[in-house]
């Protein structure tokens, strides 16, 4: 197989691969309009019914009590973000630095006196990304 066959084969791969991509698109671009009309169509249907039950206030509670429960977040969770792992980053040659807060004195949540007395910031000695000792 001399160099020429192999780009090719090559070029074809990659075209094959970006239709199948393209194909993918056209699939969501149609799913997405789909969405946005019955979007535009709930909408609508909404304002006819806001017209229709304006003056009943125990009306319109209902019918948001309802839409409150069928958009709650139990139905659809918030999505996660991502968790920093700490062990990802390239481990330290020097000694690592302690986590020994500098001050402490941090009010309990029983104790809920709202002078600036009691509270106080807990600083922490780390290395950061280039390898500098910072606190924070």
Known sequence: MNIFDKLEQDISNQIQSLQAKQQELIEK???L???KEKIQNFLTSAQEIQQIVGGEPELLKSIQK????IFSSHNNP???LPIKKENSTTPNLESPPENKPVDSALK???NSDDTEEGEAIKIFNFVDAQGKNTSF
């Open 66 to 69: 309802e839409l409150g429960k």
């Open 33 to 35: 309009a789909t969405t």
């Open 108 to 110: 309990s949540a029983d």
């Open 78 to 80: 918030q999505p996660k």
């Open 29 to 31: 671009k149609k799913y």
